[in-house]
């Protein structure tokens, strides 16, 4: 994947251009945004957005002038990050901040912002997206190399390279924790893979900015991923069996437990049934339990399923779909969705199906001979 594609996969971002005026100026003429296109027609539309979608409409909208020049004089009411369309190129964000005026020149060829003052957050920006510039380039050469020939030591060099841009954003969100961008720039790092700098950098910000409604909002995002991160105790469940008893989580203590978010009516939770019914039966013996917590709302569906799939392990549900509590305590957004603990509660690994779980598993219970 292209290191620019990333962004393009975030919905809540994009981008913009900049260059103002000293601050008197800027009150005179209520110039917020001033900006350069280095790469434009005359009469380019400039629209500019809520980049995290609050308003659908362009909150206001220019051209681009012989010079490449346009000014906007949007004055947001809190710090937040907006989206600049310039025609048909890539789209781009900046931050703004009340009566703060910025200048940025803005790059539509490679879509990047290449100079900027004003602000620490847009510097941040230019900083992350020149060296995502780089890093791309360099990523579809090896690309194109190895396209035409699947050499593994080609292979092994990208592999080399998506580490290099992880290692990079991951250091550049540290230094930058009190930086309201770092909010943008942890979007682009796996929050399984890179936990502690989304939990650093989202901690720092939410002192800085208690009630931003979108800062507030990853950060109780994060928190609840935080109960349910590799090395935790998994948190307790409570809910009934389809008979009606309360099965706890915490009664399997001593086993190593899957626990299987799944529902009757998801295709691809159907499609598991085998493997799990086969893990089961290899390893239930052994110390090894399915907890299953279902997602549906009919009592029928859910116990017709288990039937018809011969699933023999614990079945939980409160049969409230999406408003599950065990669900909503763990973060679930999408089934099928799995936690392996160990026998003390522990969580030791997440989201593995098929053969990966499986190897899991084997894993783990031969680990207690």
């Not at 260059?19 to 008197?24: C, D, K, S």
């Not at 900083?127 to 990523?139: D, T």
């Not at 018809?308 to 409160?318: A, G, N, P, T």
């Amino acid at each position: 994947m292209k290191y620019n594609k990333i962004l393009l996969s975030i919905t809540i971002f994009a981008i913009v251009g900049v260059f103002a005026l000293n601050e008197t100026q800027a009150q005179k003429k209520k110039v917020i945004l001033k900006g350069i296109v280095t790469q434009y027609n005359p009469s380019d539309t400039i629209e500019l957005y809520d980049a995290l979608g609050r308003i659908k409409e362009p909150l206001e909208r220019t051209t681009v002038d012989k010079k490449g020049l346009f000014e906007l004089t949007y004055n947001p009411d809190e710090i937040n990050f907006y989206t600049v369309k310039i025609s048909n190129a890539r789209p781009t964000f900046i931050v703004m901040s009340p009566n703060t005026p910025i200048e940025i020149v803005f790059d539509t060829k490679q879509g990047i912002i290449t100079e900027t003052k004003g602000s620490k957050e847009n510097e941040l920006l230019k900083q992350f997206y020149i060296k995502m510039a780089s890093a791309s380039a360099k990523k579809d050469s090896l690309l194109t190399v190895y396209k035409a020939n699947p050499d593994p030591q080609v292979q092994l060099q990208l592999q080399m390279l998506d580490a290099e841009w992880g290692n990079y954003l991951r250091n550049l969100c540290l230094k930058n924790t009190n930086n309201f961008s770092s909010a943008f720039l942890i979007e682009n790092l796996p929050q399984e893979k890179f936990f502690d700098v989304h939990d650093t950098v989202l901690s720092d910000l939410i002192k800085k900015y208690p009630q931003h409604f979108f800062i507030k909002a990853k950060y109780e995002e994060m928190a609840s991923h935080k109960k349910t991160a590799v090395g935790a105790i998994a948190p307790e469940i409570e809910l009934p069996d389809t008979n009606g008893n309360i099965i706890k989580l915490s009664s399997l203590r001593g086993k190593i437990v899957l626990i299987d978010f799944w529902a009757s009516w998801c295709g691809p939770c159907r499609k598991e049934s085998p493997n799990m019914v086969n893990l089961y039966q290899t390893y239930h013996d052994k110390g090894f339990e399915i907890y299953g917590v279902s997602l549906d709302q009919s009592k029928a569906n859910w116990i017709g399923a288990i039937i018809s799939d011969s699933l023999s392990w614990i079945h939980v549900s409160d049969l409230k779909r999406w408003q599950c509590q065990a669900g909503l305590d763990y973060g679930i957004r999408s089934i099928p969705s799995t936690i392996l603990i160990d026998e003390e509660g522990r969580i030791i690994a997440k989201n593995l199906r098929g053969e990966k779980l499986a190897n899991k598993v084997k894993e783990v219970i031969e680990s207690k001979k």
